[in-house]
């Protein structure tokens, strides 16, 4: 893809990278509060990766 990107096209792209993110620290201390360690990308609910799956378009 080139470097040059129409506005919506941006768009698009940056919504499902905010998609990849893990959830925030604070996720886990609200449901599980100090008792219990958990990764935040458990909490996510939308797990893309660049290389696995591709957007549609």
């Given at each position: 893809m080139g470097s040059r990107k129409v506005l919506s096209e941006k768009k698009v792209l940056?919504?499902?990278a905010k998609h990849t993110r893990w959830a925030p620290f604070w996720v886990v201390l609200k449901k599980y509060a100090r008792g219990r360690q958990v990764h935040?990308?458990?909490f996510t609910a939308v797990?893309?990766?660049?290389?696995?799956t591709?957007?549609?378009d």
């Open positions: 940056s919504k499902e935040p990308s458990r797990k893309r990766s660049w290389r696995r591709k957007i549609k």
